[in-house]
């Protein structure tokens, strides 16, 4: 459930050399969004597995 306290933030980083795509839960503390343990981190080159299988949620 997103609200004004919870956000779903996507970001691109790096980890030991490797992209990595991050979607991540993030909840208000005080003045600042504060990333949480729900999400999911993979390597970018499973990017387009993963729009598949969002995508495949759609028939849902």
Request: no cysteine.
């Amino acid at each position: 459930e997103i609200t004004d306290n919870k956000k779903l933030i996507l970001s691109i980083g790096e980890y030991r050399g490797s992209e990595r795509i991050d979607l991540r839960q993030y909840v208000k503390n005080k003045n600042e969004y504060i990333p949480t343990k729900r999400g999911v981190n993979f390597d970018s080159e499973w990017v387009e597995k993963f729009i598949a299988m969002i995508n495949k949620l759609k028939d849902i």
